[in-house]
């Protein structure tokens, strides 16, 4: 995740200057800890990060940015010699990466790893574990990790990611040396997707701000079509115009609450998305370059134009009472019924 180009290194990774500043002090000084817990959301570069970590421990062809002494371990993978690209490829046996299985990171899962652990590595110089999604590890298997995070065999270097502390057992945390990760600037993630998804630039703008600093979420958005999405949604809930017609706009209102309901799975990312569209149009007179729906500009100063805050309020309530009501396990159809209706009466009004 998030390559740029085919060159050394942690510089393909981008907007991560100070936990990758961190590693790369630890790599120079021959001071890696020997538990680290990288935080943050989802597709920031967390695993990313330690993949290129586990190279820089084990590259023999790298460079070291500043002399420090003899070159222990190189803070620049070469990311091209055959032990590089046997570990970005996942296939390096000394490189092991652990994930859940349906949500949960299973006892026998750390049992297998503490097997594997108890054996000589087969060829790297730091054998490195990643474990993914740590804060999903159940009690038993994180209780059985403690001793080897406290531990680990000699030369072994262990990673977990998470998207916060609090989510992992203190214990856990506490032998861990933490080093959080930022979200993605917006620019960082549309120049990606830019430059190597090929969408233009508009476009791009527009699934990096609703990616909400996580190119990964902007790859998925990018890939369901999250815009065609929003444009039939502000159509057809009548949120790309003011319809004058009362009797109309609730006929047109029930076909769309009976649309939504035939995805339930997919319903609370449609009312986001609708969210994220009332949202803009409340900013939109005072902050019109914080609007996530850049490509739609003209659309929003026209419907802006037309409604008042006190409209926009009373729709956001309704969305976001129909967001509850459904998590509640409310009558799905009546539901977004009642909340249709509601959003097309008032803009009738």
Known sequence: MLPKTAVSGFEPIVGQTFPIGILQRFLRRAAVPHAMLFTGIEGIGKRTTARVMAMALNCREGTKSVDEGPPVAFDQPCRRCPLCRQIEAGKHPDIIEISPRKGILRIDQVRELLASLAMKPFSATHRVVIIDDAHQLNPEAGNALLKVLEEPPQGTIL???????????????????????????????????????????????????????????????????????????????????????????????????????????????????????????????????????????????????????????????????????????????????????????????
Not at 242 to 265: C, G, M, Q, V, Y
Not at 313 to 334: P, S
């Open 159 to 349: 990673v977990l990611t998470a998207p916060q502390r609090s989510g992992l057992l203190t214990t856990i945390v506490s032998r861990c040396r933490h080093i959080p990760f930022n979200p993605l600037a917006t620019e960082d993630i549309a120049g990606l997707l830019v430059e190597i998804q090929g969408l233009d630039h508009i476009l791009s703008k527009t699934l990096a701000k609703a990616a909400g600093g996580s190119y990964t979420k902007a790859l998925q958005l990018a890939a369901g079509k999250w815009h065609q999405r929003r444009d039939w949604l502000v159509r057809a809930s009548g949120l790309d115009r003011i319809d004058p017609h009362r009797t109309l706009a609730s006929t047109l209102a029930l076909a769309f609450a009976a649309e939504l309901a035939k995805n339930k799975a997919q319903i609370d990312d449609d009312l986001e998305i609708l969210k994220s569209w009332v949202r803009d149009l409340s900013v939109w007179p005072f902050k019109a370059t914080h609007i996530v729906n850049a490509d739609r500009k003209e659309m929003l100063a026209h419907v802006r134009a037309q409604l008042s805050d006190r409209q926009l309020t009373v729709i956001w309530e309704a969305l976001e009472k129909a967001q509850k009501d459904i998590a509640g396990n409310a009558n799905l159809r009546l539901t977004l019924d009642n909340m249709a209706l509601r959003m097309a009466c008032l803009r009738a009004a």
